[in-house]
T-cell receptor, first 113, second 111 residues
Framework: EAQVTQNPRYLITVTGKKLTVTCSQNMNHEYMSWYRQDPGLGLRQIYY???????DKGDVPEGYKVSRKEKRNFPLILESPSPNQTSLYFCASSRGQGGQPQHFGDGTRLSIL | GQNIDQPTEMTATEGAIVQINCTYQ??????LFWYQQHAGEAPTFLSY????GLEEKGRFSSFLSRSKGYSYLLLKELQMKDSASYLC????????????FGRGTQLTVWP
């Protein structure tokens, strides 16, 4: 089954404790992206990747890192999480950019205390 | 900057037709998407427009006017399961790869 898999689905942690949210897709998609969704603000792009070893900033990259060493994986790293990073996070992938619909993972709800 | 505007909330009754508008101002344009998002779930793709005009897909249609920076999503024969948030998203900006979402329109369908 074609899917985008995020882990963990839920996480409660404390300020400053490094964490990684994994994202994996099995559709051989070139394009992957991370978003955060906050009430009243909608979906905002954090980072995206057009292909392996090619990443770029979105609207809200501060406090986040990403890497794209393999086509299927695009982890989101919070080196020193802070409470303002408490949010719902979505990973998405598509065959390319420009006209290709994005397939979203089920989301990761992060709470930073 | 990029600006995507859509109404925050709309209500309608079962069987009716509803039109959700989206206006955008972006420095580049490579197409406009509509996604549906049920509460607690991931967004799912509904439609894509890159040329002016109407795209029809069953009960859902989407329209684009690039000169006006305007799109709408038309939902016909509304059903209770259509109660969801509808997200307008523009691909483009100054860099290919960027996708800008509106804040979403929460549609409630009443029996």
């Amino acid at each position: 089954e074609a899917q985008v898999t995020q882990n963990p689905r839920y996480l409660i942690t404390v300020t400053g404790k490094k964490l990684t949210v994994t994202c994996s897709q099995n559709m051989n998609h070139e394009y992957m992206s991370w978003y955060r969704q906050d009430p009243g603000l909608g979906l905002r792009q954090i980072y995206y990747s057009m292909n392996v070893e090619v990443t770029d900033k979105g609207d809200v990259p501060e406090g986040y890192k990403v890497s794209r060493k393999e086509k299927r994986n695009f982890p989101l790293i919070l080196e020193s999480p802070s409470p303002n990073q408490t949010s719902l996070y979505f990973c998405a992938s598509s065959r390319g950019q420009g006209g290709q619909p994005q397939h979203f993972g089920d989301g990761t709800r992060l709470s930073i205390l | 900057g990029q600006n995507i505007d859509q109404p925050t909330e709309m209500t309608a009754t079962e069987g009716a037709i509803v039109q959700i508008n989206c206006t955008y101002q972006t420095s580049g344009f490579n197409g406009l998407f509509w996604y549906q998002q049920h509460a607690g779930e991931a967004p799912t793709f509904l439609s894509y427009n890159v040329l002016d005009g109407l795209e029809e897909k069953g009960r859902f249609s989407s329209f684009l006017s690039r000169s006006k920076g305007y799109s709408y999503l038309l939902l016909k024969e509304l059903q209770m399961k259509d109660s969801a948030s509808y997200l307008c998203a523009v691909s483009g900006g100054s860099t290919l790869g960027r996708l800008y979402f509106g804040r979403g329109t929460q549609l409630t369908v009443w029996p």
